[in-house]
């Protein structure tokens, strides 16, 4: 890491001159490289919220230092911009992430049991008590319809069309990830190291866009009983407050001469572990072509 080339700064002075001016990755603020951090051959890399600006970009470069990956379309660019890096002496790594992305070449590392305690270990002791986990379809879909048609006047119904007969979302896919989710969630709270745990599921939009009332009951059946064992889990461990979300378009069914909407994170169930008594609160208000 050389920082920037326009510059004589080292990685961390570059990083920390952004962060002082409030350029930040989303709303994150990555932890600085200290100037002695080099990778050697052998090292192991796992990558965090790689989905954001800047780490999307060092996967990719990161991606060019393990020969055992195939280059996604992101590397063979910055190889084709920056030539110089196909003859360049880089460090032989093994490369990982904590976040399964369909596109990404990387091997994904899931609720490892190596991994798991010291990861937690780790957060716990750096102070960080709370745990996110959000199933990626909804940012999948919209990546694909960015991509999908982009620019030639086509509609967000006809894109979607074009992205299922093209099988880019699938309804296995879309309940692995929901499943995948539940039980990530159960495990942070059974490891007693946070003190909330936020889930979001998502795999209803895939049935709900297909436009099918009968796939779209199944796939809320199975968000159903994906719900209950995340509550008992709450209950089991003590949790004061379960707040789960799912997607606004996974309430309907649109039909056909619709025009899409967007989709609204509204919350669809509350649970009292403990029994205490809950006020009934307004989660949200009817818009315009959605519904909570």
Do not use: W
């Not at 996967?59 to 590397?75: I, M």
């Not at 969630?185 to 059974?190: I, P």
């Not at 995340?230 to 461990?237: G, I, L, M, N």
């Amino acid at each position: 890491m050389q920082g920037s080339n326009t510059t004589t700064l080292s990685a961390s002075e570059y990083l920390q001159q952004r962060y002082d001016a409030k350029e930040t990755d989303s709303d994150l603020t990555p932890a600085l490289l200290t100037p002695s951090a080099q990778l050697q051959d052998g090292d192991h890399v796992v990558l965090f919220n790689h989905n954001t600006s800047s780490n999307y970009i060092l996967k990719s470069v990161f991606s060019l230092c393990d020969t055992s990956l195939t280059l996604d379309d992101n590397a063979k660019t910055i190889l084709k911009n920056l030539a110089f890096l196909s003859t360049a002496v880089k460090p032989n790594i093994h490369l990982a992430m904590l976040i399964a992305m369909d596109s990404m070449p990387c091997p994904f590392l899931f609720a490892s049991d190596v991994l798991r305690p010291a990861f937690s270990s780790a957060l716990s002791e750096a102070g960080k008590r709370q745990l996110f986990v959000m199933e990626d379809n909804t940012a999948k879909l919209f990546q694909l319809l960015q991509s999908e048609e982009k620019g030639k006047g086509v509609s967000d119904v006809v894109r979607i069309n074009n992205l299922i007969k093209k099988k880019k979302m699938t309804d296995d896919l879309a309940l692995q990830h929901m499943q995948g989710v539940a039980s990530m969630a159960c495990m942070a709270m059974a490891a007693q190291r946070y003190d909330a745990v936020y889930l979001s599921f998502a795999g209803a939009i895939v049935a709900a866009l297909k436009q099918s009332e009968m796939l779209t009951t199944v796939m809320c059946m199975e968000i159903d009983r994906l719900l209950k064992q995340v509550c008992e889990a709450a209950t089991q461990h003590g949790y004061a407050v379960v707040i789960v979300g799912t997607d606004g378009l996974a309430t309907r069914v649109p039909q056909r001469e619709e025009v899409a909407f967007p989709v609204v994170k509204v919350p669809c169930v509350v649970v009292p572990a403990r029994g205490e008594a809950l006020e009934k609160e307004d989660c949200g208000r009817e818009r315009e072509g959605s519904e909570v």
